[in-house]
Structure formats: structure tokens, C-alpha cells
């Protein structure tokens, strides 16, 4: 098998190895996203009471309080759920200004002290399990508190060696990867070798580099590149700006505008670019995230 185009890069999203950070910016008391009003966070007691006060003081009948909405969530096990319950606790007790994350509403918050400045849908990870080489990966994004680390515009991608694995799954293809210095011979008599830190393929004596936005496949076998080659690396993948959540989970742009609201990442929160924007003008360094 010849080398055969597959899909690019661009249609898998991101776990994301992390790179160091560039310059950040940050704001004491940022103004609301231009969608959402600047609203004190409300209880359903709260908005009934309102509405009461403000019919009565219109001389009108007292309003019927609006019926409560049933949401009902999912969990695997009780263990789950008892998670789920104690962070979600955890952040509606916090105080300051802080990023707030619900995985089963797929939403998140930015607060300050108890107005909320940001009120967006978001993508989160799928919760699916991929297993290679002995080693299980688990694309889940946790619950807990964490904090932005860093910030980042026009983020590098990296692939993990799991996008190559689920890469090859969907399309039949076996896995093999590639070491600089070791060039694999193919059936067909030429050989694939890392020049100038790109794959290319060998024939004649004669180095032709292969294309960087592509997947390497010859005999019907995915090869993975090496790290540091620039095969290795995606732009655009992650939007136009991250913000670095730790052990590779990251608050991230995306080109998939049609994921936003789902289940749909490798682990990291996949937001819309205006909406990723926002919150590297104004969420500085050191801002605790909770996720629930």
C-alpha cells in the first residue's frame, strides 16, 4: 500500500501535550462576555420571591412561582455520583473570582464574589477508554479543583501517541512507529527515514520529504512520527489561545464549532474562540478552576 492520504490532523481533537507558555494577560475586574449580562447568581427561591415583590408592588394578583426544572443526570456507578455531589458543593461554597465547570451540564461559569461575568456551553471529554502497547487511555476530564497554570495564544498541538492508535482503529490499519536514525525499510524497496526533523521516504539515494498535515501510511500500516519532528506537530487545533489546566488538561479554542454542547474531547474543555478569548484577557494566572 502506497502512501494514502487520511483525513488531517485537523479532524481529531485534543488531550494535548502541553508547551511552555507565552507572556499572559490578565485583569482585576474583567467586564461581562457582550452575550451574557452581568447577573447576581440566583436561586430558584430567590427568582420566585422577585417575581412576587414585583407584582405586588405593580397592584397586581400575586404571580404563580415558575415551575422548577427537572434535570436528570447519569452516573455510572454511586461512587460517581457521591463524586459529582461533593464537587459540586465544593463549588457552589467557593468565593472570589474562580472558573466553574459542570461536565453533565456541559457549561461554564466565570464568577467574581457572586456575579457571574461568563455563562457559556462547552464541550467535554467523552468518556470513552483506548488501549495500546499495554497501556489504557482514559478520556475522561476530572472532577476537582484546579488552577490556570499558564496561558497561551496560537497554540502548538502535539499529538499523543492515542490519536495514531484511534487513527488506525477507524480506518483497519496496523501501528508501527517510527525512531530517528532508523529508517524502515518498506515493501517495496524504498525506506522511511526522519531528515531535517520531517519523515520522508528514500528512493534512488534521494530524500523526498513527506507532507507534515498528513498521516504517514505505507503496507497498510500507520506509522507513528517522532516526537520533535515536525510531523509531529498541528496548528489550529487547539484555537487561538489555551489556558493550561495541568497534567495536560487544558481550556482550549477549537476549529469544530459543531462540538460545543457535547461530549466530544480526549479530556480537555473545547470552548468557542470569542468565548476562549474572554478568558485569556481576563482570567488571570493563579485562577482556581472547579470542575463537577
Known sequence: MRSHQLKSFASVAALCTILPAS??????????????S?????????????SLEANKNAGSAPAK??????????????????SWARNRTLARKSTGYRLIVSLQDKRLWAVIG???VMN?????????????????????TPRGIRKVLKKES????????????????????KIDKLIVGRPRKLADGRSLAVKDSVVGVIE????????????????????IPPMGTKNRRVEGELGRYRLDLGEGYLLHGTPYKE???????????????????????HVPVGTRVFIY
Open 65 to 82: 412561582a415558575p415551575a422548577a426544572t427537572v434535570v436528570t443526570y447519569v452516573f455510572k456507578s454511586r461512587e460517581d455520583s457521591l
Open 154 to 173: 496560537d497554540p502548538v498541538w502535539l499529538p499523543p501517541d492515542w490519536l495514531y492508535v484511534e487513527t488506525a482503529e477507524e480506518h483497519g490499519l
Open 38 to 50: 452581568r447577573v447576581r447568581m440566583a436561586t430558584m427561591r430567590d427568582t420566585i420571591v422577585d
Open 259 to 281: 462540538s460545543i454542547g457535547m461530549a466530544a474531547t480526549h479530556g480537555c474543555v473545547r470552548m468557542r474562540d470569542e468565548d476562549i478569548e474572554w478568558l485569556y484577557d
Open 204 to 223: 534512488n539515494g534521494e530524500f523526498a520529504a513527506m507532507p507534515t498535515d498528513e498521516h504517514i501510511v505505507f503496507d497498510n500500516t500507520l506509522f
Open 114 to 116: 457572586e456575579d457571574t
Open 23 to 36: 507572556g499572559c494577560a490578565s485583569a482585576q475586574t474583567p467586564p461581562a462576555r457582550h452575550d451574557v
Open 120 to 140: 457559556t456551553t462547552v464541550a467535554v471529554a467523552k468518556g470513552t477508554t483506548l488501549e495500546y502497547a499495554g497501556r489504557k487511555y482514559k478520556f475522561d
